[in-house]
């Protein structure tokens, strides 16, 4: 999962990726663990932007707090 939050970070800074220490913060990671577990469990093992796509296919089911992480990335 924090590998996710991760990917999710990178794709919304467009700065170089040497300059980024951490991605999402364990507060991001807490808001979309739960809809990560309850949407996207059976592609976990496909990779992060796999579970990016999942999640956003499921915007609409999300819990607000992981759609709030979702948008101040960018997604």
Not at 4 to 13: G, R, T
Request: charged content about 25%; aromatic content about 6%; hydrophobic content about 40%.
């Amino acid at each position: 999962m924090h590998k996710f939050l991760v990917a999710l970070f990178l794709l919304s800074v467009p700065i170089p990726t040497g300059a980024l220490a951490h991605g999402g913060t364990d507060q991001e990671e807490k808001a979309c663990m739960r809809d990560v577990q309850r949407f996207c469990r059976k592609l976990m093992d496909q990779g992060d932007f796999t579970i990016l796509a999942c999640l956003k296919e499921n915007r609409q089911k999300l819990t607000s707090a992981c759609r709030y992480v979702l948008v101040s990335h960018g997604q």
